[in-house]
């Protein structure tokens, strides 16, 4: 049941949200212990930047998931500095914009990117 509902979001938010060379899409996605994010560009299909809560930086962190979710929002932004990316579609990925999905959103926002 869960399950579907996501799905059914899913959907429903990637009818909307397609990632240009310009403005590329940042898919966020999360499992019960880990988050990642992706910066992917739909024209050429090709993922630009990635992070998530596995990079060695992270990794081994105590904490609340919260707390990972915003760093891996950090290193998200940074890594989307160094290319040159300024603004982004964000791409919830049918999860609930709320707790980890928004506390990586909302980094990433502090940290300079634009949507």
């Known amino acids: 049941q869960r399950e579907t509902g996501r799905r059914r979001r899913k959907e429903r938010v990637r009818k909307k949200v397609w990632g240009t060379d310009s403005r590329p899409r940042l898919c966020v996605s ?3 212990k880990h988050i990642y994010a992706q910066v992917i560009s ?3 299909g090709v993922t630009l930047v990635s992070a998530s809560s596995l990079a060695p ?3 081994g962190r105590k ?3 919260a707390e990972v979710a ?3 929002g950090v ?6 500095k160094e290319k040159q990316i300024k ?6 990925n049918g999860f609930h914009y709320h707790g980890r999905v928004k506390a990586l959103a909302e980094a990433v926002r502090e940290n300079g990117l634009d949507f």
Do not use: P
Not at 75 to 80: D, E, M, S, T
């Open 75 to 80: 290193l998200v932004a940074r890594a989307c």
């Open 63 to 65: 904490g609340k998931k």
């Open 57 to 59: 930086e992270i990794r």
């Open 42 to 44: 739909d024209e050429k």
């Open 87 to 92: 603004t982004v579609v964000f791409d919830r």
């Open 30 to 32: 999360r499992s019960l």
């Open 70 to 72: 915003r760093e891996v």
